[in-house]
């Protein structure tokens, strides 16, 4: 059977992706910090699914707790086919609102978490001639909206340049750019349906099941849904100026 690496799976948009990725035979390995729930959705996942189904409770800001999941990517004896690299938080103030540790937490897990597995996972894929990475996004890579936008966008131009790197090796690599989606990421940023149009909130299971289709159809980028589709190309045309007025959008 294929085997996953799926971080931040206990709600949300990775709990999807562990969700589906266990129901076409996927045995799974799940990395989150808390080791009740991670717990909890491996036990289901099992029942459920009848797949193997390994737990790393680690903390991906934490570089030591970080190591031990580069280390399990890196084990040639219980490959890893395909990298979801979906852990992630926002801030809901804006720059100088926010502490700076806050501030350095998040890019440690929006951006070196992301990096460091990669590169983990990387090797042993080359390696064998085949292999899939897929990295969770954001439409706000695309627009400018501070700290969390930069470091999506960082995420974005790491996951196109490799796809064209590692492409020749046999490996996949699709970059995932959802915009509002009813998890508890907004929830834990005390953003509310109200805070966006109604038009713009996606489900997390159609999400999922788009990205899947976008990896295995070796698609760069992932984006979901025409009018995030339209959004991210108006915002390659639009004046940055103008789409600096729309930066609060979601915050209140």
């Known amino acids: 059977m294929p085997r996953a690496l799926v971080t931040g799976p206990t709600a949300g948009i990775g709990h999807s992706f562990a969700v589906q990725l266990a129901e076409r035979g996927h045995d799974l390995v799940l ?4 080791e009740q729930r991670l717990a909890q959705v491996a036990g289901e996942l099992r029942d459920r699914f009848g797949v193997d189904v390994e737990v790393l409770a680690a903390d991906l800001a934490d570089r030591d707790q970080l190591v031990r999941v580069e280390q399990r990517l890196a084990d040639r004896s219980a490959p890893v086919d395909l990298l979801v690299n979906n852990a992630g938080f926002g801030l809901k103030g804006r720059f100088l609102d926010n502490d700076v540790a806050a501030e350095t937490a998040m890019l440690d897990v929006l951006v070196t978490a992301v990096v460091r597995l990669m590169h983990a996972a990387l090797g042993p894929m ?25 470091a999506k966008a960082y995420v974005n131009k790491l996951g196109e340049w490799a796809a064209a790197e590692y492409a020749p090796h046999g490996v996949t690599v699709t970059t995932l750019c959802p915009g509002f989606v009813r998890t508890e990421f ?23 099941r788009t990205a899947l289709a976008d990896l295995e159809q070796g698609k760069v980028y992932s984006i979901p849904s025409a009018r995030y589709k339209v959004i991210t190309g108006a915002a390659r045309l639009v004046p940055r100026g103008v789409l600096q007025r729309f930066q609060s959008l979601g915050r209140k």
């Open 31 to 34: 990395v989150a910090r808390d």
């Open 186 to 208: 907004h929830e834990r940023m005390q953003v509310g349906q109200d805070s966006a149009p109604d038009f713009l909130w996606l489900d997390a299971d159609d999400l999922v």
């Open 126 to 150: 080359v390696e064998r001639g085949h292999g899939q990475v897929l990295n969770v996004s954001s439409v706000a890579a695309f627009l400018p909206r501070g700290s969390y936008s930069a």
